[in-house]
């Protein structure tokens, strides 16, 4: 069968496909620490008010991902601001 997800490992004894949730975890949160400190200049105290309050609530969507349905092996991730 055709593998139906990036963290997907083949079982050979039940011959399926089966998410593996550690990778998956380990994969999903090393991005959300990148995507967080790539945006962490957008809090400092100099960065205008409407800049900082759309990135904040950026920045809490990426912590909110482990809250989602589909978490760790199909994440929403949430789209930065412009």
Do not use: C, H, M
């Not at 039940?14 to 957008?42: E, G, H």
């Amino acid at each position: 069968p055709e593998k139906s997800n990036p963290y997907a490992v083949f079982d050979y004894t039940t011959k399926q496909w089966v998410v593996n949730s550690t990778l998956a975890t380990v994969d999903v949160s090393q991005k959300r620490q990148k995507l967080l400190a790539s945006s962490d200049w957008t809090q400092l105290p100099d960065v205008p008010l409407a800049t900082k309050t759309a990135w904040a609530a950026y920045r809490q969507a990426l912590r909110d991902i482990t809250a989602q349905s589909g978490y760790p092996a199909e994440i929403i991730w949430p789209t930065p601001p412009q």
